[in-house]
């Protein structure tokens, strides 16, 4: 069993962050709650980072909650604490590892293969793109121990399906395909090797404009559920600084000569 749950791996400005606990299809110990925090915490301080491919090692994407290991740790039994914040944050340690990674500035898109239930798939639902393998399982899993999905769901899983989809699945707990959860809206797409379509994925994406990928994932964020004023104040503020900065020229240069943009390490902020 490796001490080590997730692995970050930077190339190309593409974060390559794998769960690393095969032999348990990457159950949600202890131990996999806090590298993931601590690995979305590290690439939301990394300006180099232009995309991120989250994946799983071995047979499985995340299969969820380690049951046993919460029972031992004695986790299950702090349950009076989830209504307590991370110190000057939304979230609880818990939904931390699948919020945290809307909270990355650049895209993330998650490869999915295997099982991906319960807690692994409200991690899954945290990044902006999701691939997935057609014979992937999938399922808002926690109805099985009498529960509700916990982990964010209620943020990441309205703007992707129809909330009578999104009942039936938490009520029944039913697991579906990745070719169904494409037809629902669950997923971006299928593919193959999902793994290798990410990485495709992160690539083009890394090869644009790291301040517009940024805003463009802030203004999506921010603005879907907004008001209209707000939105379309939120919209005119971020285009202002990116109009004339050195990776917008960057960008306009490379559509007029057709050749690779040279983009320089992301420094603007909009608050």
């Given at each position: 069993?490796?001490?080590?749950?997730?692995?970050?791996?930077?190339?190309d400005h593409v974060a390559d962050?794998?769960?690393?606990?095969?032999?348990?299809?990457?159950?949600?110990?202890?131990?996999?709650?806090?590298?993931?925090?601590?690995?979305?915490?590290?690439?939301?301080?990394?300006?180099?980072?232009?995309?991120?491919?989250?994946?799983?090692?071995?047979?499985?994407?995340?299969?969820?909650?380690?049951?046993?290991?919460?029972?031992?740790?004695?986790?299950?039994?702090?349950?009076?604490?989830?209504?307590?914040?991370?110190?000057?944050?939304?979230?609880?340690?818990?939904?931390?590892?699948?919020?945290?990674?809307?909270?990355?500035?650049?895209?993330?898109?998650?490869?999915?293969?295997?099982?991906?239930?319960?807690?692994?798939?409200?991690?899954?639902?945290?990044?902006?793109?999701?691939?997935?393998?057609?014979?992937?399982?999938?399922?808002?899993?926690?109805?099985?121990?009498?529960?509700?999905?916990?982990?964010?769901?209620?943020?990441?899983?309205?703007?992707?399906?129809?909330?009578?989809?999104?009942?039936?699945?938490?009520?029944?707990?039913?697991?579906?395909?990745?070719?169904?959860?494409?037809?629902?809206?669950?997923?971006?797409?299928?593919?193959?090797?999902?793994?290798?379509?990410a990485l495709a994925l992160a690539?083009?994406?890394?090869?644009?404009?790291?301040?517009?990928?940024?805003?463009?994932?802030?203004?999506?964020?921010?603005?879907?559920?907004?008001?209209?004023?707000?939105?379309?104040?939120?919209?005119?503020?971020?285009?202002?600084?990116?109009?004339?900065?050195?990776?917008?020229?960057?960008?306009?240069?490379?559509?007029?000569?057709k050749q690779p943009g040279e983009?320089?390490?992301?420094?603007?902020?909009?608050?």
């Amino acid at each position: 069993m490796s001490d080590q749950r997730v692995t970050i791996e930077i190339t190309d400005h593409v974060a390559d962050v794998r769960l690393n606990r095969a032999e348990k299809h990457n159950g949600l110990d202890v131990a996999m709650f806090q590298a993931l925090r601590d690995a979305a915490a590290s690439l939301r301080e990394n300006r180099d980072v232009w995309a991120v491919v989250l994946s799983g090692e071995g047979p499985s994407f995340c299969a969820g909650l380690d049951v046993q290991d919460a029972v031992q740790s004695g986790a299950l039994a702090q349950a009076d604490n989830l209504d307590q914040r991370l110190e000057g944050e939304l979230v609880n340690l818990y939904q931390a590892v699948a919020y945290d990674w809307r909270r990355v500035p650049a895209p993330v898109i998650a490869a999915v293969h295997g099982n991906c239930f319960g807690g692994g798939l409200q991690i899954a639902l945290g990044a902006d793109i999701r691939i997935a393998a057609t014979d992937a399982k999938l399922s808002v899993m926690e109805i099985k121990w009498g529960l509700i999905p916990d982990m964010g769901l209620a943020v990441t899983l309205p703007p992707l399906v129809r909330q009578d989809v999104a009942k039936e699945l938490t009520f029944t707990g039913r697991v579906i395909s990745g070719l169904e959860a494409r037809e629902l809206g669950l997923v971006t797409k299928v593919a193959e090797d999902p793994r290798a379509a990410a990485l495709a994925l992160a690539t083009e994406i890394a090869g644009k404009s790291p301040d517009a990928t940024r805003f463009g994932k802030r203004l999506l964020n921010d603005a879907w559920f907004a008001d209209d004023a707000d939105s379309l104040l939120l919209e005119s503020r971020l285009q202002k600084a990116l109009i004339g900065s050195p990776n917008a020229m960057a960008a306009a240069t490379a559509a007029f000569t057709k050749q690779p943009g040279e983009y320089v390490t992301p420094e603007l902020v909009v608050d």
